[in-house]
């Protein structure tokens, strides 16, 4: 038996159709696809099959140029409006506009906005003088004053008070609360610490401010009883 069939006749006759009809339709469906790609424009793999040159954006069926307004350059970029501001000018609904620096500001580093100088607050459209109370310092996280008090002070209206540590306390690091904490194996009770009195059968607790019942025990009331 032979390994190979020869073709067909029949075979044959649709591959000399096929070639025949590629050559005939192919240069027409070329010339058509060229036909819907519009000036100023490119092919691409995805619909509806071509996209706008760089500084072109679309318009309709077809690309228009992009207008740049002054004091503006055109970007690379294949979605937006095709340019940005230059640095010292914002964008506005007639395209761009110097940015205004009031007294004691700068523009920033990005050049699209203006920041106040040390020692000065951003309120509404200009920049005050921040008053730095004493025993403060100046600090520019502190969004609402500009200025923290420093250890040992806690902040009261407007100024800075000392914070009053009892005996078997000390300063804690918040800027909320009374600013201090006992120490371990003491309690906070109002303005002073208390010695933990620990029962029979407890120890202090992972904060050392307060006790727990030894293993094998359970807390009942201010005493540990087994379980």
């Known amino acids: 038996m032979p390994l190979f069939r020869r073709p067909s006749v029949r075979h044959a ?9 590629f050559m005939a339709v192919g240069p027409a469906l070329a010339e058509k696809s060229a036909k ?11 619909p509806p099959g071509w996209e706008c ?18 004091n503006a350059y055109a970007t690379s970029e294949t979605y937006g409006q095709g340019w940005k501001c230059r640095r010292g000018f914002e964008e506005t609904a007639q395209g761009c506009a110097r940015i205004e620096i009031p007294a004691n500001a700068y523009l920033n580093s990005y ?22 109370p004493a025993h403060a310092y100046l ?9 923290k008090c420093d250890r040992g002070y806690r902040v009261e209206g407007k100024a ?18 009374t600013g201090w904490r006992c120490e371990r194996g003491f309690s906070k009770l109002k303005d002073a610490c208390k010695a933990i009195e620990i029962p029979e059968n407890a120890h202090l ?17 201010q005493a540990c009883v087994l379980r």
């Not at 906005?113 to 459209?125: A, Q, S, V």
């Open 205 to 221: 607790d992972y904060s050392g401010n307060e006790w727990e019942c030894d293993t094998s025990f359970r807390r009942h009331e």
């Open 111 to 132: 050049g699209s906005d203006w920041t106040c100088n040390r020692g000065f607050l951003r309120t509404g459209d200009g920049c005050r003088k921040i008053v730095v």
């Open 139 to 147: 600090a520019e996280d502190a969004f609402d004053t500009g200025w």
């Open 160 to 177: 800075c008070l000392r914070i009053e540590v009892p005996a078997n306390g000390y300063l804690s690091d918040g800027t909320y609360d």
């Open 36 to 46: 819907t790609i519009p000036a100023n424009a490119h092919m691409t793999s995805y």
């Open 13 to 21: 006759l649709l591959a000399c159709m096929a070639i025949a009809t």
């Open 53 to 70: 040159d760089p500084h072109f954006r679309r318009a309709g069926e077809g690309c228009a140029a992009i207008k740049v307004p002054a």
